[in-house]
């Protein structure tokens, strides 16, 4: 015979899970390019440096102005919130060796950027190439896992960064809803049998 409270039970179980997993936020998917300037730390010449200072004329956390504009500069969930010219924040940091992980490494828009890895792709005395991951998060969207990559040269520096959207795993909330679904049903069945 067809229990309708069972069913009900069920029904009620399938439909918050489905609630849950709809009201999670989505991932950041984009990225920007970002300029500003710097000096060497730790050694006189890009060569030698162990470490980045962003404010070189002094005052702690530097500034970096958002590059040009258009897709090629600021593209995806991005482009929202940020124009080429809008300035954010940047903390200096010392990358021989990585002294980190450095939260709100960057900031910008409602945007920050916690830097986690942190390495040397390239250096001599004109050029320095650093890659790092980490996670950027704000703006309602769910924390995103992103890579940040900086290139300096005597010339300027240029920074970007991009994020991609990750394939989300089941909250342990959705898992246990369903685990009370799925024992209503169980119980459900029992007493159709008793």
């Keep these: 015979m067809f229990s309708m409270k069972g069913f009900a039970g069920a029904a009620l179980a399938v439909a918050m899970i489905a609630g849950a997993s709809q009201a999670e936020a989505a991932f950041i998917n984009g990225a920007f390019s970002m300029g500003g300037d710097f000096a060497p730390t730790g050694g006189a010449t890009l060569g030698t440096a162990t470490g980045l200072d962003f404010a070189p004329n002094g005052g ?9 504009t258009g897709d090629s500069q600021v593209s995806g969930d991005f482009q929202a919130f940020l124009n080429g010219g809008d300035v954010g924040t940047i903390k200096d940091i010392t990358f021989a060796p990585f002294v980190g992980p450095i939260d709100d490494f960057w900031s910008i828009a409602g945007f920050t950027f916690d830097l986690n890895t942190l390495g ?72 159709r049998k008793a």
């Design 120 to 191: 040397v792709t390239f250096q001599n005395a004109n050029l320095l190439i650093l890659e790092g991951t980490g996670i950027v998060s704000g703006n309602g969207y769910e924390d995103t896992l992103g890579s940040w990559v900086l290139t300096a040269n005597q010339a300027g520096t240029t920074f970007s960064w991009s994020g991609s959207a990750e394939a989300a795993v089941p909250a342990p909330a959705a898992l246990g809803l369903l685990g009370l679904g799925l024992m209503g049903l169980g119980a459900a069945a029992r007493r």
């Design 60 to 68: 702690g956390s530097g500034q970096f102005t958002v590059s040009g």
